[in-house]
């Protein structure tokens, strides 16, 4: 089954939590929470590991858990992504997984991948394809 929804960032609180290596680019950990409107409803929670700085770009890795309803089937998953972005904006080496075995409820057995795109006006899109059982 493939759905997709819209989501809005409501919280980002950087850590304080700082790497004895230091790079070319800064490397950070976050936490973010988001919320989810359209075929996937609910609210999300994820750690946000990046390297990033404005002039250069940069790339992120997140594990998030979701707490909503997908198509109307109520329940919980974890879901990984991750993708590089450039000085201008615009993704490139988009990756995300569903985390096999991390399903609830009706959302129990769910699997699959998806894809993140932010649309010309700024609108964060999640489409997931995924299966369940």
């Not at 089954?1 to 976050?30: K, N, Q, Y």
């Not at 109520?74 to 990756?95: I, K, L, Q, V, Y």
Request: hydrophobic share 35%; charged share 15%; glycine share 14%.
């Amino acid at each position: 089954m493939e759905t997709t929804c819209t989501f809005i960032v409501t919280d980002f609180s950087p850590s304080d939590i700082e790497l004895d290596v230091e790079t070319a680019l800064p490397t950070g950990l976050a936490t973010i929470t988001k919320r989810f409107s359209g075929a996937i409803e609910g609210h999300s929670q994820a750690l946000f590991c990046s390297a990033f700085d404005p002039t250069h770009g940069g790339t992120y890795v997140a594990l998030e858990s979701f707490d909503g309803q997908v198509d109307g089937r109520r329940g919980a998953f974890t879901f990984a992504h991750a993708a590089t972005t450039g000085p201008e904006g615009g993704r490139s080496n988009g990756w995300f997984t569903i985390v096999s075995g991390s399903g609830t409820d009706e959302l129990s057995g769910i699997r699959g991948s998806g894809d993140i795109v932010i649309a010309a006006d700024g609108t964060h899109h999640l489409t997931l394809s995924y299966e369940l059982g």
